[in-house]
């Protein structure tokens, strides 16, 4: 079915369908060939559907000419006996009475069903379920055209072309070119060029200016001067940027940071996280251009920033929350602020009911009095991650390894015999080398994996909720966050689910937005809220501030510190305010924490516990994050 639907749309659509990309092809075509497309009156419903998605894509010029397609769609598909034929109404021979057959005494009357609201007649649900049908599919295009623009923007370029733009009166068999540009990514290769292929001649690579001449003497003349001029320019750059080297060179980069001969070899989708974020680093090194250009721009924020910060932070609070308000500062001063007047109101409701701080709390009250916003600021929506409280607290043990081993099939052991157990006050961050397993005890804890020998515990009545990149890029990008939580917590009222997107910090107009127009942060944001909204008891998580912290331990020349920049600006999922208010929620939540994390910021300000995976045992360390850095640094 799908088939005829595709070559009726191109039947129909004709040329204009021709340079439009596969995918969205596929959508139109399954679209209409859905059973239960209605194409309404006139290819109305049709238009409705892809009308949009027809002239954005060029399928068509305009939108008259889009009814006027939709409508010969509609013809044609019914036609083929595409249009499933919609239920007609039959009259009845003769009158047919409910009743007939049944008792005469009064049928015992049914207790009306409470309603909400007024009562929808069938016709009106079905309605509702086009139109929603209708947005799915409007928000499905709209995405659809979104990925084809990003491909070609990812692409960097237009398609080589070939203006062809007059024929000679050559023999018919010869094939002659005049006039012809060839540009590709807007720059022209050749321009104005003409080539003729005579007939019986044979030409390859290296005949070429051999051939040139041979073809003069023949009068099959073959202009390449603008070819080998651009050949000539291709060589010079490639001796420039050393292309010869450019293997050895990526080779040495990725020695410096730590890969084998033989992990060089390695396909990239077989390493650990980490060790990608690594393959991203030494990609933004090799690129050495692009490097330089965004030092620059790194050093003058980093000198800006740091301005900016001293100079704030010298001000008074009033100043501050003036600037505040004038809206000139940068986030990490907003936090800075922020955590200042969070400790000024702590400060206020601690010591409320104490005598001997009476009159300290009382100028602090009045001096944030005059200050006012300061609500507005500390609940500033960007700064909002409030993992909600489980309603019940289960009885330990909660969960438990013992004598777990494990290794990936085929693979080798990983970890020997752990022994260990996590309960609701747990608060520990698990650190240790790349690819040595930390994700994996997670996965071992939520159930993802089951060890190889031996057991690990999970208590029945225990909800726990993992947080990993892997759930980030799980969100369906085409939906938007709150018909996302709509659709994972069917039934559950909108505004509840709103209220929890909310207290990610998904608010207004935001939870509304297209998921693929939403920054790494608040996708983040939005993936915390799914995880969490069953209230978890326990929260895993894998890399929440997303690899960033790790490479800051070894950056020591600025270079490397901008490079990280870059990589922050580009490749972050996660932003740094972000990672202030995940802090401030880790702390405030009221069950266990287990997280996996090279942030060292985010590990000192949300757990107690350290704990180092290595040689397949994992061993408390008693000590802070940057003792243990120390150790790891002198051994
Ligand atoms: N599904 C899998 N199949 C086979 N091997 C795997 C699989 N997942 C991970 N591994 C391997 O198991 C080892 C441990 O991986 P894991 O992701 O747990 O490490 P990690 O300590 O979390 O690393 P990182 O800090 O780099 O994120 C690595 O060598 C990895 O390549």
């Not at 003497?217 to 202009?223: I, S, T």
């Not at 309603?391 to 438990?400: C, E, F, Q, V, Y």
């Not at 580009?570 to 990672?579: F, G, R, Y």
């Amino acid at each position: 079915m799908t088939e005829v639907a595709r070559s009726v749309v191109h039947e129909v659509l004709g040329d204009g369908i021709i340079d439009v990309d596969e995918p969205i092809v596929s959508y139109i075509v399954n679209v209409l060939a859905d059973e239960d497309f209605d194409f309404g009156l006139d290819g109305e419903g049709a238009f409705d559907a892809l009308g949009d998605l027809l002239v954005a894509a060029g399928c068509v010029p305009d939108f008259p000419e889009c009814r006027s397609v939709c409508s010969k769609l509609s013809d044609k598909f019914g036609k083929h006996g595409l249009v499933k034929a919609k239920p007609t109404v039959r009259s009845l021979a003769a009158p047919f009475r409910m009743n007939e057959g049944l008792d005469d005494g009064e049928a015992p009357r049914k207790k009306p069903e409470p309603v909400d609201g007024p009562l929808l007649s069938e016709r009106d649900k079905l309605k509702i379920e086009r139109r929603k049908r209708k947005d799915e599919r409007q928000r499905e295009a709209k995405y659809q055209l979104h990925l084809a623009e990003m491909e070609a923007v990812r692409a960097g370029m237009p398609v080589a072309c070939v203006k062809h733009e007059a024929g000679g009166g050559h023999t018919v068999k010869d094939i002659h070119m005049d006039n012809f540009t060839i540009s590709v990514g807007g720059h022209d290769l050749i321009v104005d060029g003409s080539v003729t292929l005579s007939f019986g001649r044979h030409y390859g690579e290296r005949e070429t200016e051999d051939s040139t001449e041979k073809g003069n003497e023949a009068n099959g003349v073959v202009k390449v001067d603008a070819i080998s001029q651009r050949l000539e320019q291709i060589y010079k750059r490639l001796e420039l940027i050393d292309a010869d080297a450019a293997e050895s060179r990526a080779a040495s980069i990725l020695a410096g940071l730590s890969f084998s001969p033989e992990m060089q070899k390695k396909a990239t989708k077989t390493f650990s996280g980490g060790w990608r974020m690594r393959i991203a680093l030494a990609r933004a090194l090799f690129i050495e251009p692009d490097i330089n250009l965004l030092e620059r721009v790194a050093t003058r924020r980093v000198v800006g920033f740091e301005d900016q910060w001293g100079r704030i932070l010298r001000r008074p609070l009033q100043q501050k929350v003036f600037c505040w308000e004038t809206g000139r500062l940068n986030n990490t001063t907003k936090n800075l602020i922020r955590d200042e007047l969070y400790l000024q109101t702590t400060f206020i409701d601690k010591f409320r009911y104490n005598a001997k701080r009476a009159s300290l709390v009382q100028s602090r009250i009045k001096a944030l009095d005059r200050l006012g916003h300061v609500d507005a600021i500390i609940n500033d929506p960007d700064y909002k991650f409030e993992f909600p409280t489980p309603d019940d607290r289960p009885g330990a043990p909660i969960i438990s390894f013992s004598d777990a081993s494990f290794g990936y099939p085929g693979g080798p052991i990983l970890f020997r015999n752990l022994n260990f157990g996590i309960d609701l006050d747990s608060r520990i961050a698990m650190v240790g080398p790349n690819g040595i397993g930390k994700s994996t005890i997670l996965k071992l804890i939520a159930g993802e994996l089951q060890p190889s020998s031996g057991t690990v515990f999970r208590s029945a009545k225990v909800r726990i909720a993992v947080f990993s990149q892997h759930h980030v890029d799980g969100l369906d990008l085409s939906s938007n966050p709150l018909l996302y939580m709509m659709r994972c917590y069917p039934g559950v009222p909108e505004q509840k689910l709103r209220g929890h997107l909310g207290s990610f910090g998904v608010t207004g107009n935001l939870a509304l937005q297209p998921m693929y127009t939403l920054s790494g942060g608040q996708k983040s944001r939005v993936a915390f809220a799914k995880i969490t909204f069953k209230k978890p008891h326990i929260i895993l998580l894998d890399e929440p501030s997303n690899h960033l912290a790790k490479y800051a331990q070894s950056i020591k020349s600025l270079l490397f510190f901008c490079i990280m920049l870059i990589l922050i600006s580009s490749h972050m999922k996660m932003d740094l305010d972000a990672v202030e208010a995940l802090i401030q929620g880790l702390v405030l939540f009221q069950g266990g924490i287990l997280m996996v994390s090279h942030d060292e910021h985010l590990i000192s300000g949300s757990v107690e516990e350290l704990w180092i995976v290595s040689e397949g045992r994992v061993a408390p360390f008693h000590g802070s994050f940057a003792e243990y850095k120390k150790i790891l640094h002198s051994s």
